[in-house]
Nanobody
Framework: VQLQASGGGLVQAGGSLRLSCAAS????????MGWFRQAPGKEREFVAA????????YYADSVKGRSTISKDNAENTVYMQIISLKPEDTAVYYC???????????????WGQGTQVTVSS
């Protein structure tokens, strides 16, 4: 399977964005789809995840209450909307697939190419 992330851009603080991650192959109910981000000079960090089968969602504390991860099974696409964006949300955002829920980068074995989100103050 290949993942294609899109939807990033330049937005002012307080604004919102919706990121999309389209999968070219089948996503099974056992899979977990996650979003990570990596700011310049920092390690890649977990942002949110969703179980493909049940739809259960998970969020990092940094975005909890500001982010909504969702999925469209028919379109094989995962979305993440972030509102009230802050300059510290600036990063390259990646979507990824794992065989089980985890917040650890190495547990995800399929990655998209990333989409840049820049939040200006």
């Amino acid at each position: 399977v290949q993942l294609q992330a899109s939807g990033g851009g330049l937005v002012q603080a307080g604004g919102s964005l919706r990121l999309s991650c389209a999968a070219s192959g089948r996503i099974f109910s056992s899979h977990v789809m996650g979003w990570f981000r990596q700011a310049p000079g920092k390690e890649r960090e977990f942002v949110a995840a969703i179980r493909w089968g049940s739809g259960r969602t998970y969020y990092a504390d940094s975005v909890k209450g500001r982010s909504t991860i969702s999925k469209d099974n028919a379109e094989n696409t995962v979305y993440m909307q972030i509102i009230s964006l802050k300059p510290e949300d600036t990063a390259v955002y990646y979507c990824a697939r794992s065989n089980s829920y985890s917040t650890v980068v190495r547990e995800y074995n399929v990655w998209g190419q990333g989409t840049q989100v820049t939040v200006s103050s």
